[in-house]
């Protein structure tokens, strides 16, 4: 039996009986005023006591179960910062409405009786606005007046960093939070997780592999991060697609997401949320080579034009060799010729210089 159909019977109860006492008295009121009426007193009582349980069958959960549902959803919406920060907002707000209670209450009537009410809505909303759009500033205030700025690592130390399903997939994740470059705390939502769990259950081989392997890296960070990961139950009510709550959740918690989905980057750096971008990040630590400087890449396959030849930097950088076809499966020296950076990455030409191993 759920509860709402537990408040829905109470309901009908409540509204019955109200609506049966309401038929006693109106007609009692009714009968000495007009005389002998057509109807009795029991007959308006138990049709006003009829239309009370209807109403009470179907007006209750709007007006109890529904709107403390919306609140509690709200409230599990809202980060922890934005609630203290409202909370403090409203006492704040409440405090100046009592201070200005009596001086407001000395006004002439009837602004003696209205003004006081109206200072409490006034200041209780002002309050709460302040604290809420300032909360970052009040707690670095805060923060300060407790010592804890002693270093300026030590603030962006605090920030939290959401992960996305696609960069715990990938894999590389691991290996950046075991060096210790990631500040703060990498959180995973419950939604990220139940999205990861429905692709290692699906019934595609591929999908099947992503998502084990998103599991496996997962436990990974968890046993040798050397940041913190903590795992959150806040959703995003009436939102379905995973890329859309992450970045709504991101901007109530006022906090970056880790991916490496150009979808979701795209999203998010429209709705103002900032991106830390795995690809971006491995583009960026490449090896820097100049032209001239000699470099030893194994030629694996061959190129799209004509004699070219193609290697791999242990990277993953592309180097297309002039000349490389004659060279396949050998290590060789080459000198770099010219560097070209494209959308999907940077690629590296070059040309043979000697061999050294050959097969």
């Known amino acids: 039996m759920s509860i709402d159909f537990i408040i829905r019977l109470i309901g009908m109860v409540v509204f019955a009986i109200v609506g049966v006492f309401w038929g006693i008295n109106l007609s009692e009121t009714v009968i000495p005023v007009f005389g002998q009426v057509r109807f009795s007193t029991t007959y308006v009582s138990v049709v006003l006591g009829v239309v009370g349980a209807i109403l009470g069958v179907f007006l209750t959960p709007y007006i109890t179960t529904r709107p403390l549902s919306g609140l509690r959803g709200l409230m599990k919406r809202l980060s922890v910062q934005v ?73 962006g130390d605090t920030r939290s960093i959401l992960l996305d399903t696609s960069v715990i997939i990938d894999g590389r994740i691991a290996d950046i939070a075991k060096t210790g470059f990631i500040p703060g705390t990498m959180i995973i939502p ?22 084990r392997r998103g599991m496996e890296v997962l436990s990974q960070i968890q046993k040798d991060s050397a940041t913190p990961v903590k795992l959150t139950d806040m959703d995003v009510e009436g939102v379905r697609e995973v890329d859309e709550k992450l970045v709504i959740l991101a901007r109530q918690m006022h906090c970056p997401i880790l991916t490496n989905d150009y979808n979701l980057n795209r999203i998010a750096e429209i709705q103002g949320v900032n991106i830390l971008n795995v690809n971006e990040l491995a583009n960026a630590v490449k090896s820097v080579l100049l032209p001239g400087e000699n470099l030893v890449i194994t030629v694996i396959q061959e190129g799209k034009e004509q004699s070219q030849g193609v290697g791999y930097m242990d990277d993953g950088t592309m180097v297309v060799v002039e000349n490389g076809r004659d060279y396949l499966n050998k290590e060789i020296s080459v000198v770099v010729t010219k560097i070209l950076q494209t959308a999907a990455g940077r690629m590296i030409f070059a040309r043979p210089d000697e061999i050294i191993n050959g097969r």
């Open 190 to 211: 419950r939604f990220v997780l139940n999205e990861l769990q429905y692709i290692a259950d699906s019934p595609d081989s591929l999908r099947r592999q992503r998502g």
């Open 83 to 155: 609630l203290l920060s409202s909370v403090l907002g409203l006492m704040c707000g409440l405090l100046f409405a009592t201070l200005l209670a009596y001086p407001l209450s000395l006004l002439p009537n009837p602004l003696g009786e209205i003004f006081p009410f109206v200072g409490v809505l006034l200041f209780s909303y002002l309050g709460i606005a302040l604290f809420t759009i300032r909360q970052t500033d009040f707690f670095a205030f805060f923060r300060n007046i407790r010592g804890d700025h002693k270093t300026g690592s030590h603030a």
